[in-house]
């Protein structure tokens, strides 16, 4: 489809080469720490309140391997009355590179560098017990 695209659009230069992947989860209730299924999760201080209605969480983490960076935002869904079962999240994982001007043979590599580090962040960031519950 690439080649299609550039026959008929004839885009710029590329600058930015990005994947996004987003991920719904669903955590079955109740459960007492979001790092059962969590292992980047919030954490709030022992002197405060332990009951969460929601949250947003984003982190920028460039990569020790290569000049790509990901944005990850998990995303905890405002909890309602009336799904008592499981607290709905979304795992967000946009992962980027910025390149000088390029080949398309070059854009594949990048590509495929990416996909390697949003597979490395999505299974840093879950625990097995939530790997689990989609097996």
């Not at 995303?75 to 799904?83: C, E, F, L, N």
């Not at 967000?92 to 990048?110: A, H, K, M, S, Y």
């Amino acid at each position: 489809m690439w080649n299609v695209f550039t026959e008929h659009i004839h885009p710029g230069p590329i600058r930015r080469i990005a994947l996004r992947y987003i991920n719904r989860l669903e955590l079955p209730l109740p459960f007492n720490d979001f790092k059962d299924y969590l292992r980047t999760a919030p954490e709030v201080s022992a002197d405060a309140p332990q009951k969460l209605t929601e949250y947003f969480m984003r982190l920028v983490i460039p990569d020790d391997c290569s000049p790509s960076v990901a944005i990850v935002t998990e995303i905890m869904d405002p909890v309602t009355s009336s799904d008592q079962k499981n607290l709905h999240m979304t795992l967000d994982i946009d992962v980027f590179q910025l390149v000088p001007e390029t080949g398309d043979q070059r854009i594949w590599e990048i590509v495929s560098t990416l996909r390697e580090y949003k597979d490395r962040i999505f299974f840093a960031t879950i625990t097995s017990k939530l790997k689990g519950l989609y097996e």
